[in-house]
């Protein structure tokens, strides 16, 4: 399982690295204007990963925070201070000890984790408090997905960013669709509650986020399934449509959508 879970992430990990470059990309600027102004910020963004697991994400968080905040004062040369503050949900604490580690070796320090054992469908979190939130691989196993959604959208500021990535139901009726509705059974029974038949696109376009497919009557249909690089290059390229995508060796787990989604700014 351990040897699969690394494959999977080596396999998605160049349309991982696209959207996580998107999603900080206000992080990274602020620190970039820092430096080219010679000033220092000190604001806070601070993101919410739900369902964060073992933490195999923070290999792409830009590692920009604890080392700039500790040298703030003995570096002759400025430096931005923008803090990036993580919460991560998880309802299993017998990961965090992996968590931590994997916090540890992306260059997070300790200060900049703080873990919550929570149900997503009611975090103990503000309103309107987070500026990003990161969602990998849960909302096939939280039992009603709409009710996480609308908790990401209370707990995100306006014009705030969801990261999602989940696998979904095979769009049309066929072998792989079969497949996976005589098996959801006993997937949910031996992986956790995750099930095969989400169509997490319908959920999503009913949840008041918005992406670029605001525009189609159906956010499941116009979804042509592309490869894990030609995704990346469209999210790299400035896409912020909801895609759809298949992972080698992910046969029956598939296919995967991905995109970044916004609060809207007034709701
Ligand atoms: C398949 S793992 C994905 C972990 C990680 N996000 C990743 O991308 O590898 C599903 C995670 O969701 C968590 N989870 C399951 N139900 C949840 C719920 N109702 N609320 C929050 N997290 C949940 C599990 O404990 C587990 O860590």
Redesign the pocket.
């Known amino acids: 399982m351990a040897t699969g879970?690394q494959e999977y992430e080596a396999a998605i990990a160049p349309l991982k690295q696209a959207l996580f470059d998107q999603l900080f990309s206000p992080l990274t600027a602020a620190a970039d204007t820092a430096i080219a102004n010679s000033s220092s910020s000190s604001s806070t963004f601070n993101v919410l990963?739900?369902?964060?697991?073992?933490g195999?994400?923070f290999q792409f968080y830009p590692a920009t925070s604890s080392s700039s905040s500790s040298s703030s004062s003995s570096s002759s040369s400025s430096s931005s201070q923008q803090l990036l503050s993580v919460t991560g949900?998880?309802?299993?604490p017998a990961?965090w000890q992996y968590t931590q580690q994997a916090a540890e070796a992306a260059g997070l320090g300790q200060q900049q984790l703080q873990l919550v054992a929570?149900?997503?469908?009611q975090m103990p979190v503000e309103r309107d408090s987070f500026d990003a939130a990161v969602v990998?691989?849960?909302l096939?196993?939280?039992?009603e997905p709409q009710q996480?959604l609308s908790e990401l959208l209370r707990v995100l500021k306006p014009g705030g960013s969801l990261l999602l990535?989940e696998h979904v139901i095979a769009p049309r009726f066929g072998l792989l669709q079969l497949q996976q509705r005589v098996l959801d059974p006993l997937q949910q029974l031996l992986a956790?509650?995750?099930h095969l038949t989400r169509n997490t696109a319908a959920v999503l376009q009913a949840s008041g986020f918005e992406c670029g497919n605001n525009n189609s009557d159906s956010w499941v249909q116009p979804l042509a399934v592309q490869s894990v690089e030609a995704a990346a290059a469209r999210v790299a390229a400035g896409s912020s449509e909801l895609m759809s995508f298949e992972v080698p060796g992910m046969s029956l787990i598939a296919p995967h959508i991905a995109g970044i989604l916004k609060k809207p700014v007034s709701v």
């Not at 929570?118 to 469908?121: L, N, P």
């Not at 096939?140 to 039992?143: D, G």
Request: with cysteine.
């Open positions: 879970m990963e739900v369902g964060i697991g073992t195999p994400n949900i998880e309802p299993n990961m929570a149900d997503a469908q990998t691989l849960v096939c196993s939280v039992p996480a990535i956790d509650n995750c």
